[in-house]
């Protein structure tokens, strides 16, 4: 069994930043090949229609939703199973809860608020 545990969320006001991260844990024995974020918005559950925000397997070159292209970074520590997400120039469509997910396994999300 696999844990992934998400930080960082907040309130930031538009415009501001924040970086969320994610870290692994449990039967790791090879490491996790493919990790990334999704969001949702507060008042729905993640399994519907979540929007996929940043994606990045092992060695692998990062992907992006267009919303967030230039503005948000996906980076991964392998030695730590750890990836992280750094959001810049927050806007309040930014919203959402924010889950992390390691090959199969998911977070329980953290809450993301861009409001001034």
């Known amino acids: 069994q696999v844990q992934l545990v998400e930080s960082g969320g907040g309130l930031v006001q538009p415009g501001g930043s924040l970086k969320l991260s994610c870290a692994a844990s449990?039967?790791?024995?090879?490491?996790?090949?493919?990790m990334g974020w999704y969001r949702q918005a507060p008042d729905k559950p993640r399994d519907l229609d979540a929007e996929?925000?940043?994606?990045?397997?092992?060695?692998?070159?990062?992907i992006y939703a267009d919303s967030v292209k230039g503005r948000f970074t996906i980076t991964r520590d392998n030695a730590k199973n750890t990836v992280y997400l750094q959001m810049n120039s927050l806007k309040s469509e930014d919203t959402a809860v924010y889950y992390c997910?390691?090959?199969?396994?998911w977070g329980k999300g953290t809450l993301v608020t861009v409001s001034s």
């Open positions: 996929m925000v940043a994606t990045q397997t092992k060695g692998g070159d990062p």
């Open positions: 997910y390691g090959d199969s396994y």
């Open positions: 449990g039967s790791l024995f090879h490491g996790i090949y493919n």
